[in-house]
């Protein structure tokens, strides 16, 4: 059974960092592009970023960009976002979620929490 | 970049009806879209990819067509599990984006 587990979130002061981490099983990691997508409380879905199974190819939303930095670890079967200069448009659900070879997301975390604020 | 917009915002309907929403894009997608169910609390759940395409598993009362810029998800009879909030999602190149949800409520 395919299982994507979110941690790291949590509440944090604006200009600070956070790093997420989503944890895969029941899938061989290393074959899918993965990818970060964000939902701010009682709002719609925003794609954020994904990472190519080797880590050689990446994208990101405009917003995020020079902010935020997705990475990879196959061997352990983990994505991360790390989060920097955190501003409180950024607080929303964070959702790993698997990408298909020519895509879309298949399967979606339970997402974890991050909350910007003073 | 391309903008996705759906319609309607939100709709009430009935168990046993058959519901459509659509979903148009600023610029020609070619079939690159995907429907997207999400419940309260929940994670998305993904029903349709490129354009009409069912994920295994989903019920077959979904469905969807389209393509270029003008698309539909249908549900033939609506069940009670039915209900929740329904997004598109454009995945032809980078930025990927979503509409901003259709919320089918109970009449």
């Known amino acids: 059974e395919v299982q994507l587990v979110e941690s790291g979130g949590g509440l944090v002061q604006p200009g600070g960092s956070l790093r997420l981490s989503c944890a895969a099983s029941g899938f061989t990691f290393s074959n899918y592009w993965m990818t970060w997508v964000r939902q701010a409380p009682g709002k719609g879905l925003e794609w954020v970023a994904n990472?190519?199974?080797?880590?050689?190819?990446?994208h990101y939303v405009d917003s995020v960009k020079g902010r935020f930095t997705i990475s990879r670890d196959n061997a352990k079967n983990s994505l991360f976002l790390q989060m920097n200069s955190l501003r409180a448009e950024d607080t929303a659900f964070y959702y790993c979620?698997?990408?298909?070879?020519?895509?879309?997301?298949?399967?979606w975390g339970q997402g974890t929490l991050v909350t910007v604020s003073s | 970049d391309i903008q996705m917009t759906q319609s309607p915002s939100s709709l009430s309907a009935s168990v046993g009806d058959r519901v459509t929403i659509t979903c148009r894009a600023s610029?020609?997608?070619?079939?690159?879209l995907a429907w997207y169910q999400q419940k309260p609390g929940k994670a998305p759940k993904l029903l349709i990819y490129?354009?009409?395409n069912l994920e295994s598993g989903v019920p077959s009362r979904f469905s969807g067509s389209g393509s270029g810029t003008e698309f539909t998800l249908t549900i033939s009879s609506l069940q009670p599990d039915d209900f929740a909030t329904y997004y598109c999602q454009k995945y032809d190149n980078y930025p990927v984006t979503f509409g901003q949800g259709t919320r089918l409520e109970i009449k």
């Open positions: 490129k354009a009409s």
């Open positions: 979620a698997r990408y298909l070879n020519s895509g879309p997301e298949d399967y």
């Open positions: 990472i190519k199974q080797d880590g050689s190819e990446i």
């Open positions: 610029q020609s997608i070619s079939y690159w």
